[in-house]
Each structure stands twice: as C-alpha cells, then as structure tokens.
C-alpha cells in the first residue's frame, strides 16, 4: 500500500506525518527527549480514542504503532524503558 493510500481520507497535514515520523525514528535512534514526547502523544491518543470515542488520525496513528512495537518489545523481554526509547 502506497503511503498516499495509507493516509486516504486524513485531514492531517504530510508535513505533520513526516514530522511524527521523524520524531519516531529520533526516538527508535535512542534520543531521549523524542521518546519522553512519543510517550505523552500515545497518551494522548489513547485518552481521545477511549474517553472521547474519536478515531485516531493519521498522526497518532504512527504514535499508537510505535507504541504497538515497544510494547510487544517488552513482551518479548527487552526491558521496558529500552523498549519505549527512554
């Protein structure tokens, strides 16, 4: 799937989407700061789809994955603040 195709339909900006996916990469590169915000935007994220019954739009998509792969990180052992890039 094209990444245009993935975000069909989002009204968020692509320069939104590379700058969360930037701030991804920072955070899987180790840089703390990056993964101390990724944290705070997947908890809010989750605060919008679970309080508010909003869908997630594009943006927090990236953030709900990134915390998908570090938390089935931790389930595989790694230990959990190296898993959540602090």
Request: glycine share 6%; hydrophobic share 45%; with cysteine.
């Amino acid at each position: 799937m094209s990444e245009k195709d993935e975000w069909a339909g989002s009204m968020v900006d692509p320069l939104v989407i590379a700058a969360a996916k930037f701030k991804v990469e920072q955070a899987r590169n180790g840089d703390y700061s990056p993964g101390l915000e990724l944290v705070g935007d997947c908890a809010l994220a989750i605060r919008d789809i679970v309080i508010r019954g909003n869908l997630p739009d594009a943006e927090r998509q990236l953030y709900l994955k990134a915390l998908i792969d570090s938390l089935e990180k931790i389930l595989d052992g790694v230990e959990p603040a190296r898993a959540m890039y602090l």
